[in-house]
């Protein structure tokens, strides 16, 4: 039906280990949906106060092992506690909405050691206890509509006021990523006082967007105000290229997400008119398309075997299948382009392209210089099946100031992997 789904999520350890969605149908609320073993999909309820038709974006779900928590585009909260059964008193699972003290805005959510994190626009972080996650009926009726059993806690980020943009759980510590800079908080293990500020660790760069932060390959990465791509170190590293900040710089969306296949840890950032990807194996960095598109359509959530894609634009859910050919119906074209750098006129008297295949295939390549707009009209190298295979193309002309680029393009039902040019 219309409508599109907006987040996925599947809490280990609780409600039987079930997948989670939260979807948007036109003219609606948001819809928190939970999805048995079985596919049998249940409504739990509504996850925003509010209807709308149109495109709705930056949703958050997390879980701690209490409950399932969502944040939405509006900045309201809402859980879904987990059921529990002490003796004769057995309390169902229920969804309610958490609010914060007038004035403050939720701008992000994670979790630490059980605890609710809730970090505001204003630098101040509330927290709600893991033993403090029980809901009590307000009257006699039973009517579970209230909020928490005891108020919200509260620190407040100092190093600078510069607003907090997002906050994450990185090995046990807080990272409180403002607009200009970040903090980092510790657990103490004082009850009074469970949280206090990591003397020395701040990081001098701050975060562009709550979806531009993301935790990936046992850290961090995150997009500054300065377009740069970082990761957490000791100091900020700088893992972006100058083509790519300029495209971070010309965009006014950022997504993060990450993803694993075939043993390669992916990081994949979309940007408003294209999705780059970032292998953590071989530190480099490539474009993700969808067919007939200049961009990735979808947004991923790495499940426990599969990573699963869906797209605010239906309420479908697909998933990368490495043993298929076809996206969604269409043949896959895969393409690689590199770079030849060059001061002075280069000629090129051969090109030789290495690969593997599983059967035999074809390989077009064709070629640009910096100032064409259309690459040259292709010529083939047929590979037959084998591993680590080359064959060349002589006398392909020349580079001249300042690169030239080639395109290798693969069609074919065939398993490839392009090594060397």
């Avoid at 084998?386 to 290798?408: T, W």
């Amino acid at each position: 039906s219309n409508g599109s789904t907006l987040g996925i999520i599947r809490p280990i350890g609780i409600f039987n280990n079930d997948l989670f969605t939260v979807e948007h149908t036109l003219d609606s609320y948001l819809v928190l949906y939970r999805i048995n073993s079985n596919g049998i999909k249940t409504v739990i309820g509504n996850v925003s106060t509010y209807g709308s038709t149109s495109t709705v974006t930056n949703i958050k779900i997390i879980y701690t092992q209490f409950g399932l928590i969502v944040l939405n585009d509006k900045n309201e909260l809402f859980v879904y506690t987990v059921g529990t059964s002490t003796g004769s008193n057995t309390v169902a699972s229920s969804l309610q909405q958490i609010t914060v003290p007038e004035n403050y805005v939720p701008q992000d959510i994670c979790t630490i050691d059980n605890y609710l994190m809730i970090a505001c626009t204003s630098g101040r972080v509330y927290y709600l206890e893991p033993n403090e996650w029980v809901f009590t009926d307000d009257n006699a009726s039973g009517d579970d509509s209230g909020n928490t059993d005891s108020a919200l806690n509260y620190f407040t980020a100092e190093s600078l006021p510069d607003g907090l943009v997002s906050i994450q759980n990185l090995r046990g510590q807080l990272y409180l990523f403002g607009q200009l800079s970040t903090e980092v908080w510790q657990i103490t293990g004082d009850s009074d006082s469970p949280f206090a500020k990591a003397i020395g660790l701040d990081l001098m760069k701050g975060a562009i967007d709550r979806r531009a932060v993301c935790l990936y390959d046992n850290t961090i990465i995150w997009i500054g105000q300065d377009s740069v791509v970082y990761r957490v170190d000791n100091v900020p590293e700088r893992v972006s290229t100058y083509n790519i900040e300029a495209q971070i710089k010309a965009s006014t969306t950022y997504n993060c997400w990450s993803y694993t296949l075939r043993g390669h840890l992916f990081l994949v950032i979309d940007l408003d008119n294209v999705t780059y990807q970032y292998d953590a194996a071989t530190k480099t960095w490539s474009t993700l398309k969808s067919y007939n598109n200049i961009k990735f359509n979808y947004t991923g959530y790495q499940d426990l075997n599969d990573v699963l894609l869906y797209t605010g634009t239906s309420r479908s859910i697909v998933k990368f299948d490495v043993n298929t050919y076809q996206d969604v119906g269409n043949n896959i074209e895969c393409e690689v382009t590199g770079i030849v750098q060059t001061n002075a006129p280069l000629p090129l008297f051969n090109l030789s392209l290495t690969t593997s295949q599983s059967s035999a295939t074809s390989y077009n390549i064709s070629w640009r210089n910096a100032y064409d707009t259309s690459y040259s009209n292709p010529r083939i190298i047929n590979m037959t099946r084998q591993d680590m295979m080359s064959n060349s193309m002589f006398m392909v002309g020349q580079a001249v100031q300042p690169y030239k680029e080639f395109s290798i393009i693969n069609t074919d039902n065939v398993d490839i992997n392009i090594i060397d040019l």
